[in-house]
């Protein structure tokens, strides 16, 4: 893909850890950031599951 389109994808994901952590700056972010590893069956059970999809997102693929 483009690098713009994957740069955009990266900022969101920052201004979204920022929103769930309470960070005002990156540098709070980073003082209160803890990683957690997720199993692939932790991963499969917080997605939805057993609904059909009858349009794909375009920024969502299920694997």
Known sequence: GS???VIH???GGVRASMGYTGSQTI???HEKAQFVR???A???ESHVH?????KEAPN????
């Not at 057993?50 to 009858?54: A, K, R, S």
Request: net charge negative.
């Open 3 to 5: 690098l713009l389109a």
């Open 9 to 11: 994808q990266l900022l």
């Open 27 to 29: 540098e709070i972010l």
């Open 38 to 40: 997720v199993t692939n």
């Open 42 to 44: 932790g991963m499969r």
């Open 50 to 54: 057993d609904v059909t999809i009858t």
């Open 60 to 63: 969502y693929r299920a694997e």
